[in-house]
């Protein structure tokens, strides 16, 4: 039974006693759960019927979902635990991955597939008369993430469990997750995704670990032995109950942690309003603490500022913090000396970058370090991952509402920042200009705290996500940085699952890779390459080839359903799926769609390709131009479509509510993988690996990964066009799209299409802002100036998909050399040069 209790200041406040403190027989010697077909059905006939009070005569499809996950769960705790024992017996150094987003999709194929109870499953719900899909179907995507950086930090997990590394992700239990996307007149509507609604069995709450997180107050000082301390008072505080989600390893007994933190008010009241008899009122006043944790911010790639997501960020930091150094305390006391070897925290961008000035609070204010004592052990546990160059996306917090919000870590903050400013000072002695460009604090009207350079004075690591990205960090905004501690920035390209993104996602691929070359490829996707050799082969291409259309059969199936769009799998399908935003140029891919439709309705149509064109992605709210692109997409697709002269020809498809679960099907479904990004302006990119691994081909430019994607698939095996970074930013200064436009007659009917209202006869000027985009010289992301060889880069496409054999080929050799873009190799990088942890093996389960 839980029992409040109240330590007056202290961490725990709302928890269970603890009255175990040895291990209890009938617990520490359960026998093992069957992993055969029949215990597991057992299992879910038991919670079915007994747990969830469900009726024989009515299968509600969401309970037959629970009671299978709960039963699949059970396998997972086994483990779970005998990892945990593992881990606590061998004292091992451990890193936890601070991630304010992990985008993770659906837990119970990956706990099916990682648990190697794949088969046996599937074949005893059949016998129930279940149909596994349709289960699998029921359950809501967990969607705590905006895009790629929510999930890699999920694919990053799996692989952590898959080699074995005792790595805990920490994160926030939003209770609404990213939005779901609806389409309204073509247009993208908003809906609140209460994805927890009807409960969530792949988490466990763990009340005993609950922390308490400080808001307001203000910073006090006092003496102790001579020396001054400080404390902060005060505060407003909230509590942070952690939810904790098994992490399964691929068939390896290991199951790590992602713990995720949920908001709750104190048990305290306010005593004043209390005693003044509004004991409603004080109750009621309680719940503002909840919404710290209510929703997930929807924007991709720009930060907004909001006071709400500064609380986020801190909470997460926070109570993260207090439960390691907890853990830290129940084992070694008060003795710190080890704790920079055993301990190392990795930061997904700069949103969890409150830990810096939270970790020296604890240190000093808690456990009564002196600065340099924490300073010493900050500076070298904390490490802290870049994840883009946009401007809009660095993160920036005014001085006054930080200060507010969070006093103890402002003083903390500039006392960084002073030390640090005296070493620029000392290393370049009278270079103030340099002082003010590197201060942590930005002056100006409203001084400003710079995260980013938070992170880099703190971390012993930087790293960028692709070996472009990492090497523009060095050039531009780290420069200064860079020739401070060179040592200090290093590059790990991001990659993907292949369990998630290959074995469970594309089953018939799994199969006939599996048969052709052993299933060593799962844990260790370099093998891949063992499949060139069997490009040369009629017979192996023709499998492939049965596998895609498969593949193809099952995406058009999908698109038909959400879009009410017949897609034909004969045709070349030709697909861009990511968040909405002008850098990664939908409306270049939108321009050559209308251009291939002018053909078509010049009838330039000998030897015509058929394609199938879908695009995908959700729009932050308030990202308006975003928003106009979605609804072009739709306006342009309902003119091509509805065309009987483009029957047969051309397709164009807008997928509503793009998400983890839609893209498992996409990616082994798509023929063209569209990564048309302006040179510079991604990161890395991880869509771009996913379809690589099942036998996409890339029509791309030399951004991010995208570059050592056609390094490993080889460039004759790549579709390149478009500017280079660096021709870029010499493009710029003198960029005049009227000349480009006036020089091209293909973009010239393409724009006068545009601005004739042909797709919009109704709705006159809503495309105004995107004609204006196009033709401006401003224009950032250099459309027009990469549009001729976008069009010249399809039509080669064209002309090779209608080489089948030669297509095909150029398909396995792709697969083939995806190896790289393992998340495997990406942990085993961190690991290497960052992390430097040991591989532990779980006890087994007996
Ligand atoms: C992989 C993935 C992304 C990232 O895609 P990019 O093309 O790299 O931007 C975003 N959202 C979802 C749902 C994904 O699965």
New binding site residues.
């Given amino acids: 039974m839980r029992q409040p209790i109240t330590r007056q200041g202290e961490t725990i406040i709302h928890t269970v006693p603890l009255i175990i403190s040895k291990p209890v027989p009938g617990i520490a010697d359960l026998p093992a759960l069957g992993m055969d077909a029949n215990s597991i059905v057992n299992d879910f006939i038991r919670y079915f019927s007994h747990t969830l009070g469900q009726d024989k005569m009515c299968l509600a499809a969401y309970q037959v979902y629970t009671s299978l996950s709960m039963s699949l769960r059970d396998r997972l705790v086994e483990r779970w635990k005998n990892t945990q024992y593992a881990y606590e017996e061998q004292n091992c150094k451990r890193t936890y991955y601070l991630s304010l987003e992990f ?1 993770m ?1 659906r837990a119970l194929g990956n706990a099916m597939l990682n648990l190697d109870v794949d088969k046996p499953t599937e074949e005893a719900l059949r016998n129930l008369g279940l149909m596994l899909e349709e289960i699998a179907d029921q359950e809501h995507d967990a969607g705590l993430g905006n ?2 950086l929510g ?1 890699l930090a999920a694919c990053f997990l799996d692989s952590c469990a898959t080699l074995q590394l005792p790595v805990v992700g920490y994160g926030i239990r939003y209770e609404y997750g990213m939005f779901r996307q609806k389409i309204d007149n073509g247009r993208q509507m908003e809906e609140p995704d209460h994805w927890l609604r009807d409960g969530n069995p792949w988490e466990i709450e763990r009340p005993e670990h609950t922390v308490r997180v400080k808001f307001g107050g203000c910073t006090r000082y006092y003496h102790r032995d001579g020396r001054l301390y400080a404390r902060w008072t005060d505060s407003q505080d909230v509590v942070a109950v952690p939810y904790d989600v098994p992490i399964p390893g691929y068939r390896n007994g290991t199951v790590n942690t992602l713990r995720l933190w949920s908001a709750a008010a104190t048990d305290e009241f306010d005593l004043s309003e209390f005693n003044a008899g509004s004991y409603t009122e004080a109750v009621a006043a309680k719940n503002g603490a909840e919404n710290i944790t209510m929703v997930l911010y929807p924007n991709d790639a720009s930060e907004n500022g909001k006071e709400l997501r500064l609380r986020q960020q801190y909470f997460l930091a926070s109570a993260s913090l207090q439960d390691v150094l907890r853990n830290w305390v129940n084992i070694h006391g008060s003795n710190f000396e080890n704790f920079a070897e055993k301990n190392c925290f990795q930061l997904n961008d700069t949103h969890p970058t409150c830990a810096v000035p939270e970790l020296m609070r604890l240190l000093m204010d808690k456990h009564f370090l002196d600065w340099d004592q924490a300073w010493a052990i900050t500076s070298r546990t904390v490490a802290y991952t870049n994840h883009t160059l946009l401007p809009e996306a660095l993160e920036r917090w005014p001085v006054s509402m930080f200060g507010r919000l969070l006093p103890r870590l402002l003083d903390i903050i500039h006392e960084i920042n002073a030390r640090f400013l005296a070493d620029v000072a000392q290393r370049w002695p009278g270079d103030t200009a340099r002082q003010r460009r590197m201060s942590i604090i930005e002056e100006g009207d409203e001084a400003q705290i710079r995260m980013a350079y938070l992170a880099v004075v703190s971390s012993a690591s930087v790293n960028g996500v692709a070996e472009l990205h990492s090497h523009l960090l060095q050039l531009h905004l780290f420069h200064d940085f860079y020739e401070m501690w060179p040592s200090k920035f290093n590059n790990k390209t991001n990659g ?1 699952t292949p369990r998630r993104w290959m074995a469970w996602s594309n089953p018939g691929l799994n199969d006939l890779i599996t048969r052709t070359i052993g299933d060593g490829w799962v844990t260790d996707l370099t093998r891949l390459r063992k499949l060139a050799p069997h490009a040369d082969k009629a017979k192996f291409r023709a499998e492939w080839r049965a596998v895609k259309q498969a593949n193809k059969a099952r995406l058009a199936e999908m698109v038909q359903r959400d879009c009410s769009i017949a897609f034909d799998t004969e045709a070349l399908f030709d697909v861009q ?3 909405i935003h002008e850098y ?1 140029r939908q409306l270049l891919n939108v321009l050559h769609v209308i251009h291939l439709y002018d053909r078509i309705k010049r009838g330039d149509t000998a030897d015509w390709t058929p394609r199938c064109v879908l695009i995908g992605g959700k729009a932050a709210p308030g990202y308006m131009i975003a928003k106009c692109i979605i609804k072009l997409v739709n306006s342009v697709a309902k003119v091509i479509n509805e065309d009987p002269a483009a029957q047969g020809l051309l397709k164009l498809a807008f997928f509503p509510d ?3 679960s ?2 498992e099907v996409i990616c082994p479904g798509t023929d063209l993988s569209e ?1 048309i990004s302006t040179a510079g302006k ?1 990161a ?5 690996m ?1 379809f690589m691994m099942n036998g996409a081909l890339t029509i791309g430019t030399l951004d991010g990964a995208n570059i050592e994607i056609r390094e490993e698939a080889g460039e004759e095996n790549f579709f390149l066009f478009g500017l280079t970074a660096e021709e870029v930013d010499a493009t710029r200064p003198n960029y005049n799209p009227a000349a480009i436009i006036a020089a091209d007659e293909d973009l010239r009917r393409v724009m006068q299409l545009l601005e004739s209202g042909h797709f919009n006869l109704f709705e006159p000027g809503i495309f105004d802002p995107i004609i204006h985009a196009v033709t401006s010289p401003h224009d950032p992301w250099l459309t027009a100036a990469d549009f001729r060889g976008y069009i010249d880069a399809q039509q080669q496409v064209a002309r090779a998909y209608r080489d089948q054999e030669n297509w095909t080929r150029m398909s396995i050799l792709n697969t083939a050399a995806s190896g790289k873009f393992s998340s495997d190799r990406t942990i085993l990088d961190y690991n290497r040069d960052i992390w430097h942890l040991s591989q532990v093996p779980a006890w087994p389960v007996k």
């Fill in positions: 985008l999709g895009g790629g999930r993907v799926v990511k968040r990664k793009y998400r983890v839609a893209m990564q991604e890395s990119g991880t869509g771009n996913k």
